[in-house]
């Protein structure tokens, strides 16, 4: 997938999430806002002498450019789970419509008069397609083009095949309505049974491995500053110690780092069945480890030098 394409995905978002901003505007934005990100937490740990390297502040700013460019992405996500929610009711009242001999065209109003939040809009669209002279097998077609649902691209592919042979309509959409309906519930239960496991890996991935590489980095940083503060090593062995010190922090963020990566996209799987759903994970954990790792750092260090 070329650049065009992935910034004409991302503006098909923008769009469902109602910001009206140009798609490489906003990614360039989030860019400038990380590398500041970046540039002033780097500074800011220089100025204090926290000798931590260059990994924090890079994930502070990927972090910030996730976030900034994940969030629409989640508003257009959420807005797109809230028509999945109501779309079976919908389809359940668009069957008892025309087994009372009403017809799409009604049905259709009568759903858009409903309060089924967003999809209330989606559906005023199929009407405004009506309206231009498309019949309802093309017009139904608009649902699955603005809504990044599998559920309401099958089901819309269902009921557009059903149109053309003639078939009863009103009972697949009975039929469709009660299979959407269990595969949210079987969702939600798959979110339930995986709580304890996700737990596990969030508190193992994003809270106890960043406290501990913390405790070690402090510790193993105060004997190098102990070691050369007292003055009895040569000048080629600091420089040793320190070059040692300094690739120890740079290593053991790096795996801090990888390894949240990875345990967001474990979650993601696990909870959504989806690895892009990982997008919205990702800066959430990293920011909760580094944090933890940051304050336990800080923390003991300040405690060893009192002692």
Same mark, same amino acid.
């Given at each position: 997938?070329?650049?065009?394409?992935?910034?004409?995905?991302?503006?098909?978002?923008?769009?469902?999430?109602?910001?009206?901003?140009?798609?490489?505007?906003?990614?360039?934005?989030?860019?400038?806002?990380?590398?500041?990100?970046?540039?002033?937490?780097?500074?800011?740990?220089?100025?204090?002498?926290?000798?931590?390297?260059?990994?924090?502040?890079?994930?502070?700013?990927?972090?910030?450019?996730?976030?900034?460019?994940?969030?629409?992405?989640?508003?257009?996500?959420?807005?797109?789970?809230?028509?999945?929610?109501?779309?079976?009711?919908?389809?359940?009242?668009?069957?008892?419509?025309?087994?009372?001999?009403?017809?799409?065209?009604?049905?259709?109003?009568?759903?858009?008069?409903?309060?089924?939040?967003?999809?209330?809009?989606?559906?005023?669209?199929?009407?405004?397609?009506?309206?231009?002279?498309?019949?309802?097998?093309?017009?139904?077609?608009?649902?699955?083009?603005?809504?990044?649902?599998?559920?309401?691209?099958?089901?819309?592919?269902?009921?557009?095949?059903?149109?053309?042979?003639?078939?009863?309509?009103?009972?697949?959409?009975?039929?469709?309505?009660?299979?959407?309906?269990?595969?949210?519930?079987?969702?939600?239960?798959?979110?339930?049974?995986?709580?304890?496991?996700?737990?596990?890996?969030?508190?193992?991935?994003?809270?106890?491995?960043?406290?501990?590489?913390?405790?070690?980095?402090?510790?193993?940083?105060?004997?190098?500053?102990?070691?050369?503060?007292?003055?009895?090593?040569?000048?080629?062995?600091?420089?040793?110690?320190?070059?040692? !010190?300094?690739?120890?922090?740079?290593?053991?963020?790096?795996?801090?780092?990888?390894?949240?990566?990875?345990?967001?996209?474990?979650?993601?799987?696990?909870?959504?069945?989806?690895?892009? !759903?990982?997008?919205?994970?990702?800066?959430?954990?990293?920011?909760?480890?580094?944090?933890?790792?940051?304050?336990?750092?800080?923390?003991?260090?300040?405690?060893?030098?009192?002692?």
């Amino acid at each position: 997938m070329d650049v065009n394409s992935l910034l004409e995905k991302y503006s098909f978002y923008l769009k469902k999430a109602k910001w009206k901003i140009s798609a490489s505007y906003w990614v360039l934005i989030s860019i400038v806002f990380a590398f500041l990100a970046f540039a002033v937490s780097y500074f800011s740990f220089t100025l204090f002498g926290l000798d931590l390297g260059l990994v924090l502040p890079f994930v502070i700013g990927l972090s910030v450019a996730d976030l900034m460019i994940g969030y629409p992405y989640l508003i257009a996500q959420r807005r797109f789970a809230e028509i999945e929610e109501a779309f079976p009711d919908a389809l359940k009242q668009m069957a008892d419509i025309l087994k009372a001999g009403g017809s799409y065209d009604y049905s259709l109003r009568e759903i858009s008069k409903s309060e089924y939040g967003p999809l209330k809009e989606e559906v005023l669209g199929v009407l405004r397609r009506l309206e231009e002279g498309q019949n309802i097998r093309h017009a139904m077609l608009y649902l699955p083009e603005n809504v990044d649902s599998v559920v309401i691209k099958r089901s819309v592919s269902i009921i557009t095949d059903a149109i053309e042979v003639g078939a009863p309509l009103s009972e697949i959409l009975e039929d469709i309505a009660n299979d959407s309906r269990e595969n949210i519930r079987i969702r939600s239960e798959r979110k339930a049974l995986t709580l304890m496991q996700v737990l596990f890996i969030v508190s193992a991935s994003a809270v106890i491995a960043p406290f501990v590489l913390g405790i070690v980095l402090s510790v193993g940083g105060f004997m190098v500053d102990t070691g050369i503060a007292f003055g009895t090593l040569s000048d080629d062995v600091i420089q040793t110690a320190l070059g040692f !010190k300094a690739l120890l922090n740079n290593l053991f963020q790096a795996y801090l780092a990888i390894m949240i990566i990875f345990s967001s996209l474990m979650v993601s799987v696990m909870r959504e069945g989806n690895v892009t !759903k990982a997008l919205t994970y990702m800066p959430f954990f990293l920011l909760i480890g580094f944090s933890i790792f940051f304050v336990s750092y800080v923390i003991v260090g300040a405690s060893v030098l009192g002692m």
